[in-house]
Nanobody, 120 residues
Framework: QVQPVESGGGSVQAGGSLRLSCVTSGYNFVGWFRQAPGKEREGVAAIAKTLGRTYYSDSLTGRFTISAGETLGTTILQMNNLTPEDTAMYYC?????????????????WGQGTQVTVSS
């Protein structure tokens, strides 16, 4: 089992953008999750690369885009028009075993996370 490795987090002002990257090696189905202090981990987006199918949380209102990176084995989460409510630790997950894409229980490989902080 290969552990995903995230990068690209940081601090931005509201309305700004960040691009998160995750190295997942050969995994086809990759998800992004986030967890704010005191809250449960929630699914943000997922991608089935060979099918070209993407999944998003309804709460994002089209601000985030998940895609396969140009470098083989990477997955990108482009986040636009960020708000303070997007502040959280963002995790990349892989080795999907099935079920709902947004359930953390369906993934067996997790990265260490990358912090995203949005100030007003």
């Amino acid at each position: 089992q290969v552990q995903p490795v995230e990068s690209g987090g940081g601090s931005v002002q509201a309305g700004g953008s960040l691009r998160l990257s995750c190295v997942t090696s050969g995994y086809n189905f990759v998800g992004w999750f986030r967890q704010a202090p005191g809250k449960e981990r929630e699914g943000v987006a997922a991608i089935a690369k060979t099918l070209g199918r993407t999944y998003y949380s309804d709460s994002l209102t089209g601000r985030f885009t998940i895609s396969a990176g140009e470098t083989l084995g990477t997955t990108i989460l482009q986040m636009n028009n960020l708000t303070p409510e997007d502040t959280a630790m963002y995790y990349c997950a892989a080795d999907f075993t099935g079920g709902t894409w947004s359930s953390p229980l369906g993934y067996r490989a997790w990265g260490q996370g990358t912090q995203v902080t949005v100030s007003s």
